[in-house]
């Protein structure tokens, strides 16, 4: 079973709506979660971290269920910029960068 | 604000020839890495350092060396590059260990071919 796992999409959806997506987790010693955004041909950006049970930040919000091992992201009132790739990773208790899982991101297209 | 600089932004190679990636940060961060990108593959973590003199080996680091003399520096050698090295390769730095360790900065990414 692949440590982090994540829907590669891509998720197609109309401007404004709503729409989310979820990261399942293997490993349950993963302390801290954390969302990057990935546009087309760039480098990942940090979107959100996740130190606790969730977090929120404008329009995304990111949710923690350690019971059930998956972290999701919520985006609310989609704008056609929120096209990217979402990559979800963990970070084992202790770990620095070596302690990192990176899934392979889902691929959003918010459409006109 | 140059954050994390990674050059070259392109290389076309052939098999069997040398080169490095060079990378540096503005930022004071103790960690730094490089990953490479394939598809279909996610990130996969090739080196890594946890300060200047100290560097060890992720997931994939075969055919790759790496030195760290300098907080700032953080360059990748390709020893004798092979076409399975094409990739995308991206350095990232971050504060260290701690919660902050997972927010990596990254740079723009190099683009490598090998012939």
């Known amino acids: 079973r692949k440590e982090v796992e994540q829907d590669p999409g891509p998720f197609n959806v109309p401007e404004g709506a709503t729409v989310a997506f979820n990261c399942t987790y293997s490993n349950s010693a993963s302390q801290s979660f954390f969302w990057y955004r990935q546009d087309c041909r760039k480098e990942p950006k940090l979107l959100m971290s996740?130190?606790?049970s969730g977090n929120e930040d404008g329009r995304f919000t990111a949710q923690l269920n350690r019971a059930s091992q998956y972290i999701s992201l919520l985006i609310r009132d989609s704008k056609l910029s929120d096209s990217a790739t979402y990559l979800c990773v963990a970070r084992r208790a202790g770990g620095g960068a070596d302690g990192l899982t990176f899934g392979k991101g889902t691929h959003l297209i918010i459409q006109p | 604000n140059a954050g994390v600089t990674q050059t070259p932004k392109f290389q076309v190679l052939k098999t069997g020839q040398s080169m490095t990636l060079q990378c540096a940060q503005d930022?004071?961060?103790?960690?730094m890495s490089w990953y490479r990108q394939d598809p279909g593959m996610g990130l996969r973590l090739i080196h890594y350092?946890?300060?200047?003199?100290?560097?060890d080996q992720g997931e994939v680091p075969n055919g790759y060396n790496v030195s760290r003399s300098t907080t700032e520096d953080f360059p990748l050698r390709l020893l004798s590059a092979a076409p399975s090295q094409t990739s995308v390769y991206f350095c990232?730095?971050?504060?260290?260990?701690?919660?902050?360790?997972?927010?990596?900065?990254f740079g723009e990414g190099s683009r490598l071919t090998v012939l």
């Open positions: 350092s946890v300060g200047a003199g100290i560097t």
């Open positions: 996740v130190y606790s």
């Open positions: 990232a730095s971050s504060y260290g260990r701690g919660l902050g360790a997972g927010e990596l900065f």
């Open positions: 930022m004071n961060h103790e960690y």
